[in-house]
């Protein structure tokens, strides 16, 4: 019998000023919710970018509540970063053999 609950679980350690969190991977639904923001082509952008990454950000080790006043302190270039640091992480975990 595969026993689930013996899958090590894999985080994603991100550092914004002297906060540390370490990140957990999403479920599907979540990354789905993730993936499709961050695509968004409209006015909204901004925030849809700012929902994904406090979505990221919010599912970490710590249980830690990352305020909305945190996120809106990162410039474009700074959530962009964390998406995409974020994604080379998840992606770099899935085709790890362990």
Wanted: proline fraction near 3%.
């Amino acid at each position: 019998m595969f026993d689930l609950n013996i899958v090590s679980k894999r985080y994603f350690t991100i550092k914004i000023g002297e906060l540390v969190l370490e990140v957990a991977a999403p479920k599907l639904k979540a990354l789905k919710k993730i993936t499709a923001l961050s695509k968004a082509k409209n006015e909204d952008t901004m925030d849809e970018l700012a929902e994904a990454v406090g979505m990221i950000l919010s599912k970490n080790k710590s249980g830690h509540n990352v305020p909305d006043e945190l996120i809106d302190d990162l410039d474009l270039d700074q959530m962009s970063q964390i998406l995409t640091a974020y994604f080379e992480w998840l992606s770099k975990t899935k085709n790890s053999p362990n």
